[in-house]
């Protein structure tokens, strides 16, 4: 996949990013996509641990080029917020 | 004075962390003090008598170095390794090379590391990884002196964090904190939290720093969550979070043993763990486990009086 500008993903709508992140979760965590939406939570609906979070933010960062941080890793509850996140692009200082 | 081993005096159901230190800090202290004042020759036979007193009053610790031994002993009969005795001799032997890595563990913290000598022939392919920038997962175990690993990076300046389940070991680290004020700069405490651990684990590694987990043993809570591996002949369970880890981060990942090859010698093992490419996480964790696994048990036919594990390895039930 091309990496592209936080600039670029800001300007993509939620369900384009999201079918990105749905993608590294098909392959990554042999999820369905087509299950997954905006308000799917990482911990009640898919039993996300510690290590599934590092595992998406390591592919997230691999796929979309967006460096999560540690903090804001642990903030990220559903993958609106993952969505939000690529949008926003990289925390500024 | 602190030369029981951890793991030792249990009921049969208990878990490792529940089974409580024996032994004195004045012991530990008097003991060191012959280290540095008398040097070792005056020491290691005052270890020697102390955990004679232990051996003979530590029945269920014992029983658990006789039944690794006897396991060994199988094992190396099946695979034509060398032979192995399982007697109270051998098993009294166990107990003196723990006594005596505990003397070398606090020697190395009390600055006395110069008496020490080290080898370490992967150690440039090591620095390397750490010159390039990144950090590596080193997966070590309670076998030989995670210490002397330790001492061997301080010494040469490499960024070391070494996760701990440091409750268990409140008493020694006491000593550890008077004898190094900055030891626990770099211990990762295991957090309530797994989550705040692992995090903080993968922060290490994205740094550039090192960080080393002890492999072998669960930690309170973590029987639901292990991996099955074949050791000495039969399965055992190893905690799944640091294999887990090792397959998910972009880390180069080391198994990593420093063992004892003589009086203050040490030999320090660090061999590449790379996961079969293209296979899912679970099985390239599971791949690496295997691995760990099997070099534990090279080392521990190499090296059979410095596994340091005094309770029953194989009886994962006993979490309870």
Known sequence: ?93 | MTVAPAGTAAEPTRHWSRIPERGSMLGLRITLACYRWFGRWVAVPLVHAVVTYFYATDRKGRAASLDYLARLRDHCERTGGPAVRANLWESYQHYRAFAVSILDRVALWSGMDGRFTFAFPNQQKLEAEGEAGRGVLLLGAHLGSFDALRALALKDAVPVNAVMYTAHASRINRIFRELSPDVDIRILPVSEDPVETVLRIHACLRRGEWVAILADRLEPGESGRTRGVSFLGSEARVPRAPFDLAATVRAPVYTIFALRDGPARYRVVAEPLSPPEGASREARADAMAATYAQRLEESCITHRHQWFNFYDFWDRGADA
Not at chain 1, 22 to 36: C, Y
Not at chain 1, 49 to 69: F, Q
């Open chain 1, 1 to 93: 996949m091309q990496v592209m500008t936080s600039t670029a993903w800001s300007q993509r709508p939620p369900e384009e990013v999201l079918a990105v992140v749905a993608k590294i979760l098909e392959q990554e965590f042999q999820l369905d996509a087509s299950e997954l939406a905006l308000d799917t939570r990482f911990s009640e609906d898919l039993d996300f641990d510690s290590i599934d979070a590092i595992d998406l933010a390591v592919r997230v960062e691999e796929e979309v080029g967006l460096k999560v941080e540690e903090e804001r890793l642990a903030e990220l509850h559903t993958l609106g917020d993952v969505v939000a996140l690529i949008q926003a692009g990289p925390a500024r200082p």
